[in-house]
């Protein structure tokens, strides 16, 4: 097994870890990141970015992702294309041993995991993922061209996916347990003046049917939420987007976490082990955006400076 000593290490590259690694390389600390599995996180897998600042028009998810990658490579990050499968923080420095069999050791950790999409939790959905249910608009709409297709959800993400499906699909349907979106207003405009989009209320999913030969599904079971009353719904794709749950089972073990998964920090980016910060969506459940993961990240390398700095 190789080893690579560093005196900070940052597990993800997202808007937090690259926004750590460009300040922590400025510092002189020689940072190495390692990207995980989605390397530039989850605007990867979205189109339109509205909301970032500096860009006076939207500019695409992955293009900004590949700009913060190379703007944190340019200052000396040495960034690696691997994936943390297991660690000890229980030991100076810290251990963390690497999908492609890499041992790293550390003397401190930015934690910059981010968060995952949340499924409905079906059977049925597990059986037809893939196969007509997917969690990722951006990469499957062009499947369902002139097909009809429904998203579960009512938050930014249900509504964004809406939205682009509507250049692919005849029809979307948004089915939402309650009779408010989440979304932002402005992206709630969008929607309701869309003419593609029709919403279910008050009304959750309670079976995806499905057909075997060829594996696709045909339909939704559907349930209100405030009677008993159900009915089925004819689709030919399903777009599940009800939130996301932190990437955090890497670090039970060792730090505290809320009852949703989320790590506890204190001072913003402080966790319970000493040179170990957390930066972004892995903590942050209140807002969750891109600019303030980056903004975490920023501070996550601040006090790993200051914590390398009165350490040695
Ligand atoms: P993430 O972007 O989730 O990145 C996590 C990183 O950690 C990834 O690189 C991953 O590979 C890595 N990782 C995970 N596990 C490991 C491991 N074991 N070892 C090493 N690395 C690991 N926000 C906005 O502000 N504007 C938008 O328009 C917007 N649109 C969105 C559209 C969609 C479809 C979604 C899903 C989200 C959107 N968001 C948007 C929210 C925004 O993407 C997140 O708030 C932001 O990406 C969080 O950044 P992060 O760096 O904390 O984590
Ligand atoms: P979210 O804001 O947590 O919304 C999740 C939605 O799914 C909610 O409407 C919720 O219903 C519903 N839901 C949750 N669990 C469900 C279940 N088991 N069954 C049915 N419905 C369920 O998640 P998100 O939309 O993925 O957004 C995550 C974060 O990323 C947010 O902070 C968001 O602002 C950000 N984001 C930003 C943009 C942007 O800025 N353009 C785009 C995408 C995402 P309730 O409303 O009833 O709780």
Aim: charged content about 25%; aromatic content about 10%.
């Amino acid at each position: 097994m190789n080893n690579n000593h560093t005196k900070l290490l940052i597990l993800g590259s997202g808007p937090a870890g690259c926004t750590a690694a460009t300040y922590a390389a400025r510092s002189n600390l020689n940072p190495i990141l390692v990207h995980g599995n989605q390397p530039g996180g989850q605007l990867t897998i979205t189109t339109d970015v509205e909301n970032y600042p500096g860009f006076a028009n939207a500019v695409q998810g992955p293009w900004l992702m590949e700009q913060m990658i190379d703007q944190a490579r340019n200052v000396g990050c040495n960034i690696i294309n691997d994936n943390i499968r297991e660690i000890n923080l229980n030991v100076s420095p810290f251990i963390f041993k690497s999908d492609k069999e890499i041992k790293y050791t550390a003397e401190s950790l930015i934690i910059s995991t981010g968060a995952s999409a949340k499924w409905l939790g079906l059977e049925s959905e597990e059986k037809y993922r893939g196969f007509g249910v997917s969690a990722c608009a951006t990469c499957d709409a062009f499947f369902f061209k002139e097909k009809i297709v429904a998203v579960v959800g009512g938050g930014n993400t249900a509504v964004e996916e809406a939205l682009f499906l509507t250049k692919f699909a005849k029809k979307v349907f948004i089915i939402h347990r309650r009779d408010k979106l989440r979304a932002e207003k402005i992206l709630q405009k969008r929607a309701f003046e869309n003419e593609k989009i029709k919403f279910f209320w008050n009304s959750s999913i309670a079976e995806i049917i499905g057909a075997d030969n060829p594996k696709k599904i045909i339909g939704l079971k559907i349930k209100s939420t405030i009677d008993d009353h159900f009915s089925e719904l004819e689709i030919d794709g399903l777009f599940v987007a009800i939130g996301h749950k932190p990437n955090t089972k890497l670090f039970e073990n060792f730090l505290d976490l809320d009852n949703e998964g989320y790590i506890i920090t204190k001072k913003q980016v402080f966790t319970n082990i000493k040179g170990v910060f957390a930066a972004g969506d892995v903590h942050d459940k209140a807002y969750r955006q891109a600019v303030t993961a980056a903004g975490y990240g920023c501070m996550a390398a601040i006090e790993a400076e200051q914590y390398l700095e009165l350490k040695i």
